[in-house]
């Protein structure tokens, strides 16, 4: 394990430290001390600071680092043109989510670039290594927003209205950072760039402890979609108002809960949840006027959208039963998506064998893969838990990771 030594200290002065020392850099960056865990949002304080970070160390590697028109950032390892090989991740989290979705790539792809170094020589193809904005959707609602707009995969004037929370479009929150919104959209020439991608990535579930490997090569990514419910009632007086006499969209709002669990469990491996809910205007002693809620839906195969349709048709009849209305919005949504076979067997012989694993997590070389030759590494979650503190990587799984990674790097760069 040649490479284990490299990464692990410094040589000739080039700095290259482990992923796991790059990890616990950023260990008090975006703590999220209300929820726990880490929520770090697109162009927010803490994803800022994560972005003045990366660009430290890529300055260390010796990369030239550019901003790109949609606010993914790129770190490269000679002259950026085509047949580029290119490796990242994502540093925005979920809210209150673990240390290691997106940022385990990001640290990895620094650490195999500095163990490339440390090994001598130039690669033959420019490298790359690429940190997307805002992958989980976490403030936009979108997820893989950055490499969406960069492959065309959603409209440039949609991208610009979305609005978080607060009502700030994605348009001003670019601009704030200091990207020109009028130039947010397809960029044709920094996807031709790319003659392949590699996105190393926490496991999200269960896949690597019952396999019983530290790492993985992707197969899959399932399809998976977002929609936003909103149920409209009459707000009112908590104690004034008789029951015979409302109109509380949180009745049909919780009917729909339920009925997501209910018809998801008749689908075949489908996944349904309803983890946002937001009555407007949230008093204690308030009849709601308005309840959003936000489903995320994702079925093997085709049958998401006759899922959704099932769930619609319950809100519906719920928000009937109780005089409210109902309009129901499409937020995003991916089609299962296979990993380029060549690469696939390439890799896993390259790396020993190692098993090949789906996924029904998103990814960014997801939205990449039509366009292309796209491959994920797992590194095992022991905990299989992801989106959530309790999310965790063992240092000497970390450590295997990034080699895997190296060795990749090194065998596409020839
Ligand atoms: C992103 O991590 C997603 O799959 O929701
Ligand atoms: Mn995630
Ligand atoms: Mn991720
Ligand atoms: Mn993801």
């Known amino acids: 394990e040649g490479h284990l030594h ?3 200290r410094s040589e000739g002065g080039l700095h290259c430290p482990s992923a796991s020392a790059l990890l616990a850099e950023i260990a008090d960056i975006g703590c999220d001390r209300r929820r726990g865990g880490y929520s770090r949002h697109v162009f927010d304080g803490a994803e800022r600071e994560l972005r003045g970070w990366f660009a430290d160390h890529a300055a260390r590697l010796g990369l030239d680092t550019e901003t790109d028109r949609n606010g993914n950032v790129w770190a490269w390892w000679g002259t950026p043109g085509p047949g580029a090989v290119v490796t990242g991740s994502h540093l925005d989290s979920v809210p209150g989510g673990g240390a290691f979705d997106g940022p385990l790539g990001v640290a990895s792809a620094l650490t195999a670039v500095g163990a490339l170094r440390a090994r001598g020589g130039t690669p033959a193809r420019p490298l790359a290594v690429v940190v997307f904005a805002e992958e989980e959707g976490g403030r936009f609602g979108v997820p893989c927003l950055g490499s969406r707009l960069l492959t065309g995969a959603i409209d440039a004037e949609a991208a610009r209205n979305l ?19 009028a130039r947010i959209g397809p960029d044709p020439e920094a996807l031709g760039r790319i003659g392949t991608f590699v996105e190393l990535h926490v496991e999200q579930g269960r896949g690597l402890i019952d396999l019983g490997s530290p790492v993985a090569v992707g197969s899959t990514v399932i399809a998976h979609g977002r929609w936003r419910f909103t149920f409209t009632g009459q707000g009112n007086h908590a104690g004034a108002t008789p029951l015979s006499d409302r109109r509380d969209p949180m009745l049909p709002a919780a009917a729909t809960v339920a009925a997501v669990r209910r018809l998801a469990a008749g689908v075949p491996d489908a996944r349904a949840t309803v983890g946002r809910l937001v009555p407007s205007p949230g008093g204690t002693n308030v009849i709601a006027s308005t309840v959003d809620l936000w489903l995320d839906a994702r079925v093997p195969g085709g049958g998401t959208q006759a899922l959704v349709d099932d769930i619609t048709a319950a809100a519906r009849a719920a928000a009937a039963d109780e005089g409210c209305a109902l309009t129901v919005r499409q937020e995003s949504c991916s089609d299962t998506v296979a990993f380029d076979d060549r690469l696939r067997a390439e890799l896993g012989g390259l790396l020993g064998g190692v098993p090949e694993l789906a996924t029904g997590a998103g990814h960014d070389a997801a939205i990449l893969a039509p366009h292309v030759p796209s491959a994920m590494l797992y590194v095992r979650n022991p905990t299989g838990v992801s989106h959530a503190p309790e999310e965790h990587a063992e240092p000497a799984d970390v450590e295997r990771g990034a080699a895997a990674l190296t060795d990749v790097l090194e065998h596409l760069c020839r």
């Not at 929370?165 to 919104?181: I, K, N, Q, S």
């Open 6 to 8: 490299c990464v692990q």
């Open 163 to 181: 609005r978080d929370p607060e009502g700030v479009t994605f348009a001003e929150a670019a601009r704030a950072a200091g990207l020109d919104p």
